[in-house]
């Protein structure tokens, strides 16, 4: 926290490249800290810009809450149409570049002389053998962890997590040029919708093999002898969504799992009111912010300890449960929950209390004054730790504007990385780093 405002700076112009953003049907919890941070950016006054890749969801250019969004590029060529945008300058003259590590960076460095920060929600390690074959699992992370360290070494890292900060300093990035930014949370709003009066789960997020929703999908199959009536909501969309559809069925559990597909703002805070316990199983997270959008809800979490940074996001004992083990374990740890009326009120309420101490006011804020020390590092700068300068307020500037370009096809790209931190299930309709 600040004890308050610094004098005006300058308005600075910052362009952001993210794969994606909130209202293309795969964009996650990375899409909503950028845009979350982006606009707490615009509102100080900054010019901001954020570009991602084009979809029938939204125009190629328009102006959202002060923060100029330029899409273009396919799902393939969102990256090498970032590069080459940035280069002719497209996207503006930018004073600093934020280059969003989804796995697969957009290597900044290679197409603009502006300071670049990188924002990581987690490291991918885990995650690619579980999307791909070995051979794209191994060209995957020869880029994550060898050229991107290396491209990026006179940069400054955003982690949002100390688990994620870790992660980077095991890959080459020095700990002195990482800052943690944690996710931040918002006030929900009055929906109107009650607790379910029969014990249900929430799955919260994209669709894909490693948030393994078949977890959650199994232990519903162990649980329904114990706990009457259960119901399990899953709350997303994704290319997986037809096998998790299968398995259901062969679990015998397509009666009581519904799969809501891509829902709006609203509904998804509705089902979250609605929720007795989110579970949330991935592989890996930077963060978990599903965690805080249910415990805003009043609504505990159980997820695996070894999971990255949900060991941060969720309290163990204290605001939901963190399993060590395997499935078995992930199954009795869920079921304790849904069963133990007087532990699942105390948790929520904990959850509830300590999401409140989450803005992304601050968020926004401290990102700012990463931002800021960027900009005083010469072009000799070698790593150093990074210290914290307020920004505060600054005169408003001119939002840019540039013709859109056609879409190019990264030939380098992949088909999706594998995976990024927390998921979101707002208006993308799936999930939330």
Sequence with gaps: ???????????????FLNWRDTRNPEGGGSE????????GLADAGHDV??????????????????????????????YHRGRTLLRRGDLGQ??????????????????????????????????????????????????????????????RYVAVSAATRDELVGVGVPAAAIAVVHNGSEDVPDVGVPRADHPRILVLGRLVPHKRVEHVLRAAAVLRHRVPDLRVAV???????????????R?????????????DEDRKHAELARAWVLALPSLKEGWGL?????????????AYRDAGGVAEAIVDGETGILVDGDEDAYAAALGRLLTDHALRERMGARAAERAREFSWQTTADRFAEVLAQALTDGPGHRRR?????????????????????????????????????????????????
């Design 1 to 15: 926290m600040h004890d308050g405002p610094s004098p005006p700076q300058r308005a600075l112009r910052i362009v």
């Design 32 to 39: 909503v800290y950028v845009e979350s941070v982006a606009r």
């Design 49 to 78: 810009t954020v570009f991602c890749a084009a979809h029938a969801n939204a125009p190629a250019e328009e102006v959202r809450d002060g923060v100029r969004y330029r899409r273009a590029g396919s799902k393939l060529g969102v």
């Design 94 to 155: 930018p004073d600093v570049v934020v280059d969003v590590q989804n796995g697969i960076p957009f290597l900044a460095p290679w197409a603009t002389d502006a300071p670049v920060v990188v924002l990581v929600h987690h490291v991918h390690r885990e995650q690619w053998p579980v999307v791909y074959d070995p051979v794209r699992a191994r060209v995957g992370w020869w880029l994550e962890s060898r050229l991107a360290p290396w491209v990026f070494r006179a940069s």
């Design 235 to 249: 709350v997303g969309d994704g290319w997986w969504a037809d096998e998790l559809a299968a398995e259901a069925r």
């Design 251 to 263: 679990l015998g559990v397509d009666d009581l799992v519904q799969f809501t597909g891509f829902v």
């Design 290 to 302: 599903v965690v805080m959008e249910a415990a805003r809800h009043g609504v505990p979490s159980v």
């Design 385 to 433: 730790v990074i210290g914290r300068i307020p920004v505060g307020r600054v005169r408003p500037a001119h939002l840019h504007h540039s013709d859109e370009a056609d879409p190019h096809v990264d030939p380098s790209g992949s088909e999706e990385p594998a995976g990024h931190g927390s998921e979101r299930a707002g208006s993308s309709g799936r999930d939330s780093a």
